[in-house]
């Protein structure tokens, strides 16, 4: 036997970790997934507590939507959403509803903009939507319940509208007739405003919408003001909703209020500025 003894080396255990790689990376792509899920979440959470809520714009009687562009050009330009929906003027029930409609379709945080007999369709249609933080009248009606825009509107003199008005009968969809009134384009400067020039007021007259006797003689349902923060802003020199009857709704409705002594009714037009600075202090102070 040699002096040398003969030493084999035992052969070595071979790691076993590589058994367990495929368990590590599926432990790790679920715990990646979780964490981007939960990243994901937050970061929704954050941008909706952060988004700018959507303005809704609602336009009275012997206008259209085209009435806000001044002010959706503001909005629009410091990041506010902004729709400003086709209002019936049928009636208000109906027309209240269809503005509900538009609302429910509205992901997050509503602020409801009215002109005029705007103001009533927003006071009904904000009715059991939480997510209305806050009601602008803009030279509206705010109307208590079982009043009308006809009746708020004789409540204080200075209106033209009663001697301004023409009427013209229409069918309705279930037989008989109904009757819209609109103003004479001869009285509609001075009536309706009065503060921008006569070549734009006749383009108003002529594209105007008419608005039903029965949407201006029905009675409001209960007003969503009391529930919801309002902001007003009152038309100093209005000729179609006189001055002191906004203001008495103004009080009436606990509202922020602030006046722009020399506008005429269609102060969104006149005075885009001050109307975008009413509506961005609500959207402001309700976000």
């Not at 959470?45 to 959507?54: D, L, Q």
């Not at 209305?132 to 803009?138: D, G, H, M, P, S």
């Not at 070549?199 to 105007?208: E, G, I, N, P, V």
């Amino acid at each position: 036997m040699s002096a040398y003894a003969s030493t084999q080396t035992a052969p070595l255990s071979r790691p076993r970790t590589w058994i367990l790689l495929p368990v590590m990376l599926a432990v790790l792509a679920i715990l990646v997934t979780a964490l981007s899920s939960t990243t994901a979440a937050a970061s929704t959470a954050a941008s909706r507590h952060t988004a700018k809520p959507t303005v809704v714009l609602v336009h009275g009687a012997f206008a259209d939507a085209s009435s806000w562009n001044k002010v959706v050009a503001r909005l629009q330009g410091a990041g506010y959403p902004v729709i400003a929906p086709a209002n019936p003027l049928r009636d208000l029930a109906g027309d209240s509803a269809y503005l509900s409609s538009i609302v429910s379709a509205i992901d997050g945080p509503v602020i409801l903009v009215g002109h005029s007999y705007g103001g009533a369709v927003i006071s009904n249609a904000a009715t059991g939507h939480p997510y209305v933080k806050a009601l602008v009248f803009i030279a509206a009606f705010a109307p208590e319940e079982a009043e009308s825009a006809l009746d708020l509107t004789g409540k204080f003199p200075g209106s033209q509208l009663p001697t301004s008005l023409i009427t013209r009968q229409y069918p309705l969809p279930g037989g008989g007739t109904g009757t819209d009134a609109y103003i004479d384009p001869a009285a509609f400067h001075a009536a309706f405003a009065a503060d921008l020039p006569a070549r734009d007021t006749a383009l108003m007259a002529a594209t105007q919408r008419p608005a039903s006797l029965a949407a201006l003689g029905s009675p409001s349902g209960p007003p969503a003001w009391k529930s919801i923060p309002s902001w007003y802003l009152v038309a100093g020199a209005d000729q179609a909703i006189p001055p002191a009857a906004q203001r008495f709704m103004a009080k009436r409705a606990g509202a922020h209020t602030s006046e722009v002594r020399e506008a005429s009714h269609v102060v969104m037009i006149s005075r885009p500025d001050a109307t975008t600075a009413l509506i961005t202090a609500a959207a402001r102070t309700t976000s």
